[in-house]
């Protein structure tokens, strides 16, 4: 009897298995697509609204995970085994929600960026709903590898319980433009026609660094 039934678990988990791989193969699903160059419009004017519309060398004080840099993704891709896409997708969502709140939260109400902040949050959404409805709970729910799972922790540990080292200053800009391009990276197979450059190529941001900080600072 026990044994029955535990090999019905083992079967019926080989074929959840089989059935789940195809969708954590990180392959971005393509409904996401339209939401994703809506939200990169948005991503489009963030100089105009990020900085000109900020004092000189403005700040906000971020989580240090949240300072979330291609070069953090090539590291975990190489660090942390069998890591799939799919995990550090929702990462990148983990991450970007925080930013945007804490953006949001510096600014005050008749601030011009506010309207453009509160507009780009509303997109973001709209990208993370199409993701949850694509993968469905039971893909959203599944282990994550430990040391992916303890960034996740660590992020939504309770402000109060976070050790002041473990905060950054980091300029809306600046975050803005490593959102922009870690999403450029991550659901690259929406963006390929678009952009010439592979994103998440380590050329890129070795050597593209100091051109980038030229013209995009
Ligand atoms: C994303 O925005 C950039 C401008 O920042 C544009 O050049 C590119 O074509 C856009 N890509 C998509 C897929 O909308
Ligand atoms: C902004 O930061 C730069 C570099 O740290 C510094 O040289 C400059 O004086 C700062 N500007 C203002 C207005 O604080
Ligand atoms: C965002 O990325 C750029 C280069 O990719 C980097 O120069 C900048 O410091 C990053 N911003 C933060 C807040 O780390
Ligand atoms: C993407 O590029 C291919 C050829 O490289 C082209 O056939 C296709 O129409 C393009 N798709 C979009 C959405 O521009």
């Known amino acids: 009897m026990v044994h029955l039934s535990s090999a019905a678990c083992l079967l019926g988990g080989l074929v959840g ?14 409904s996401m697509c339209k939401p994703l160059s809506t939200l990169n419009d948005s991503l489009s004017h963030r100089r105009r609204f990020m900085k000109h519309y900020f004092p000189i060398n403005y700040t906000v004080r971020v989580h240090h995970k949240e300072i979330f840099k291609l070069k953090n993704i090539h590291r975990m ?14 990462l990148w969502f983990q991450v970007n929600q925080g930013v945007l709140k804490k953006i949001l939260r510096v600014l005050p109400e008749r601030h011009p960026s506010r309207p453009y902040t509160a507009e780009l949050a509303s997109r973001f959404n709209d990208v993370e709903d199409i993701f949850r409805q694509a993968h469905g709970p039971e893909v959203l ?17 309770i402000p109060d319980s976070v050790p002041k080292s473990g905060w950054r200053l980091a300029s809306p800009k600046s975050l803005l433009d490593n959102f922009s391009h870690t999403m450029h990276c991550l659901f690259s197979n929406c963006f390929t026609n678009q952009t010439a450059q592979d994103y998440c190529a380590v050329s890129y941001w070795r050597k ?10």
Request: aromatic letters at 8%.
């Open 17 to 30: 298995l089989f059935l789940l791989a195809p969708v954590l193969t990180g392959h971005t699903p393509g």
């Open 77 to 90: 891709r190489f660090r942390v085994q069998g890591l799939d896409d799919f995990v550090l997708q929702r």
């Open 141 to 157: 729910q599944q282990e994550i590898p430990d040391a992916i799972q303890d960034i996740f922790d660590s992020l939504t540990e």
């Open 208 to 217: 593209g660094r100091k051109k980038e900080t030229q013209s995009e600072s």
